[in-house]
């Protein structure tokens, strides 16, 4: 593993602090059921700045003149590594991740207490965790206890997530490799699952197309739950059930993304069962593919992140007028929000190690600008529910296509561009299944 990125990561967190020492706790275990556990995944701020994979780990930065990194872990334990795998143990953790110190996870309690004691600050996710926040609590406590010795405990609490959010907003190299390799995976997993997809086929046997590809090129887990909604079903914007049959003439709208190594990846696309899309579907589809043109064209630096999403609005309230889905003019409909009936959500979140990342949307009360290195998708939609004012060759339509955009010096670049979406694009490939 290159340890670099995450080196440089804490370096400047320390620099940010300027001076406290900063805790930063990695997620716990979670059982499924009974004795079963789910998928072990570390928390993301621990693993933007440690990469250290394994549960029962702390990791402390401490700011000022004696600056330094500090890990606590669990120790090595020959009988648990027969069952359970391999732990690096304190020792192996410092020298494969470069850490100043490492020390067993037992210790952390009274350790703390020596490392926060006569420190101005203590930077913390307070309320992130009650158990957590009570362990805090007691170490600071204990601190206090010790007033009469010298010892004073940090005045001041900060949150941590506030300077971590702001730095891992823009990406920097190493990860914007790995969201590229996610993007590319991903985009070859609907390129397999649109050939899978046939009428008579079931919604979860494309699911299992798709994580069979993440899996095979190396991503760990799907970064969220994957959506294959056929017909009716992408009206739902959070359907995930995926247990029906895909009928002939229907639209099936996937949203799926593979992880790797904690970065995510989040893409729709929406085609055809039969392989050729009919009537007003082509329609819907192309308002949509033209809303998240106008969007995409709205990324570069200095823009805000609000002006992707008011682009793609803009030609979506057009497209609704002009299908005599909304009466009334475009103006008209955007000032009333009309067009919310058949677009509720937004174009776009940050996306990373979250799949809905990190980073505040507003400076103080403005939407911020956007600058090189932010990664943000770019989700367009257009959900038409049956209803008596609505033509019925409408009824049921839901699409939506989503790319993820890498903001660049002078625009963006499409991290998922490999996944075609235009018509001609998916029939081609649908074709040749
Ligand atoms: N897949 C989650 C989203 O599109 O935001
Ligand atoms: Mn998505
Ligand atoms: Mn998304």
Known sequence: M????????????????????????????????RDTSYPYRADSYFHYLSGFPEPEAVLVLVAGADARSLLFCRERDADKEIWDGY?????????????????????????????????????????????????????????RAQSRAGKRAPSRIEDVRAVLDDMRLVKDAHEIGLLRSAAGISAGAHMRAMRATAP?????????????????????????TPIVASGANACVLHYVENHERIEDGELVLIDAGGELDGYASDITRTFPASGRFAGPQADVYDL????????????????????PHDAAVRVLAQGMVDMKLLEGSVDGVIESEAYKRFYMHRTSHWMGLDVHDAGEYKEAD???????????????????RPADDVPQAFWNIGVRIE???????????????????????????????
Not at 104 to 121: C, H
Not at 376 to 384: A, D, F, Q, W
Request: hydrophobic share 45%; charged share 25%; glycine share 6%.
């Open 2 to 33: 290159d340890i670099a990125p995450f080196l440089d990561r804490r370096r400047r967190l320390i620099a940010r602090m300027g001076e406290g020492v900063a805790i930063i706790p990695t997620a716990p275990e979670k059982l499924r059921n």
């Open 87 to 143: 732990r690096f143990g304190p020792e192996g953790a410092k020298e494969q991740f470069g850490f100043d110190e490492a020390h067993p996870i037992k210790d952390l309690e009274e350790k703390l207490k020596e490392l926060i004691a006569n420190r101005p600050a203590l930077w913390y996710s307070l309320g992130h965790d009650v158990a957590w926040d009570a362990r805090i609590a007691a170490t600071l406590n204990a601190v």
């Open 200 to 224: 008579g086929r079931y919604e979860f046997q494309i699911e299992a197309e798709l994580l069979h590809e993440f899996r095979r090129h190396g991503c760990q887990y799907p970064a969220y």
């Open 288 to 307: 949509v593919l033209d809303a998240q043109a106008a969007a995409i064209a709205a990324i570069k630096p200095g823009a805000t992140f609000i002006a």
């Open 366 to 384: 403005a939407w911020r600008p956007l600058a090189p290195g932010m990664v943000l998708t770019v989700e367009p939609g257009c959900y038409i």
């Open 403 to 433: 790319d993820d955009a890498l903001v660049t010096a002078s625009g963006c670049e499409i991290l998922t561009a490999d996944a075609p979406k235009k018509i001609t694009d998916i029939e081609a490939l649908m074709r040749d299944r």
